[in-house]
């Protein structure tokens, strides 16, 4: 008997594949080591552990890897989890709700960014995607279409000036199509034609 746990994107077809026992295999010939390796190569899987229960049964636990972006890079999109490591290219659509990021190098600077734009609430649920600028900072795109230029440093600060702004000046309402944030302490917007 095989007593799964933990599977919840993993195609459960990989899993039996890593597996690799056969009915009627003696308890001690199965690979435990080499199972446990098998199924921490599969895209999902995080960690495994894999454990003997005699006289004949396996218990495989699974931890599997947490979607927090989506990457689009050369036309196609990816998962990226919270350690910025690309998942899987297939059934993407199941995690629209999440940001959408681009630019060669932007998974491994996901988890830092997400943080950034989590310190502020009230401003994380605007946002619709994240550019990543010469692989050195974001420019940041709301629902409504206006892009935030963070700069390369100081990100956070940046973020908290822009809640500020959006609270005191209600820049973030729809009549500016570009905050830049780049020079510390000053703001530069542009507006939106027709504004």
């Known amino acids: 008997n095989v007593y799964l746990e933990g599977q919840r994107y993993t195609d459960k077809h990989q899993i039996l594949s890593a597996l690799d026992v056969k009915i009627g295999q003696p308890m001690l010939s199965i690979p435990i080591r080499r199972i446990r390796e098998r199924l921490q190569q599969l895209d999902w899987v995080q960690y495994a552990v894999v454990d003997r229960e005699f006289p004949h049964s396996l218990h495989v636990g699974i931890v599997e890897r947490t979607p927090i972006a989506i990457w689009q890079n050369a036309g196609q999109f990816y998962l990226v989890d919270t350690e910025g490591q690309v998942i899987v290219s297939d059934h993407v659509e199941r995690f629209s709700d999440l940001i959408v990021l681009v630019g060669e190098d932007a998974p491994l600077y996901t988890p830092a960014l997400l943080s950034v734009l989590r310190s502020e609430p009230a401003l994380m649920p605007q946002v619709a995607s994240a550019i ?13 279409g206006t892009e935030i230029k963070l700069p390369e440093k100081q990100q956070a600060e940046a973020w908290h000036f822009l809640q500020q702004l959006a609270d005191k000046k209600h820049v973030l309402e729809g009549g500016y199509a570009t905050v830049d944030l780049r020079v510390e302490g000053k703001v530069y917007l542009k507006q939106k034609p027709n504004s």
Do not use: D
């Open 132 to 144: 990543r600028i010469g692989e050195r900072r974001w420019n940041i795109r709301f629902a409504n």
